[in-house]
């Protein structure tokens, strides 16, 4: 089993920046491919950037150039560096652990990002 831990979520006005953190269970040892997702309102979700065992990353494609994904030296702890947001970054964030071609089995809570002026 594995717990997923976010934090950084917020309101922030159009244009501005947020960091996402999310923490994996302190018991994983190894480093696996950990994911950002975002599910706005109405839509379905969808992966926003993710980053493998390796270091390898990719984004989709209305982020790319905004959003930064990153780990430190800790295993399994992932960052999601958010600039120029705009009104449509606006959805709830969730933090996934295990793949990088696709959706991994586990899940964190979920953390909410508002974009709006």
């Known amino acids: 089993q594995v717990t997923l831990v976010e934090s950084g979520g917020g309101v922030v006005q159009p244009g501005g920046s947020l960091r996402l953190s999310c923490e994996a269970s302190?018991?994983?040892?190894?480093?696996?491919?950990m994911a950002w997702y975002r599910q706005a309102p109405g839509k379905q979700r969808e992966l926003v950037a993710a980053?493998?065992?390796?270091?390898?990353?990719k984004y989709a494609d209305s982020v790319k150039g905004r959003f930064t994904i990153s780990r430190d030296a800790r295993p399994n702890t992932v960052y999601l560096q958010m600039n120029s947001l705009k009104s449509e970054d606006t959805a709830v964030y969730y933090c996934?652990?295990?793949?990088?071609?696709?959706?991994?089995?586990?899940w964190g809570q979920g953390t909410q990002v508002t974009v709006s002026s």
């Open positions: 996934n652990y295990g793949s990088y071609f696709e959706e991994g089995r586990y």
């Open positions: 302190k018991t994983i040892i190894t480093v696996n491919a």
């Open positions: 980053i493998s065992s390796g270091g390898s990353t």
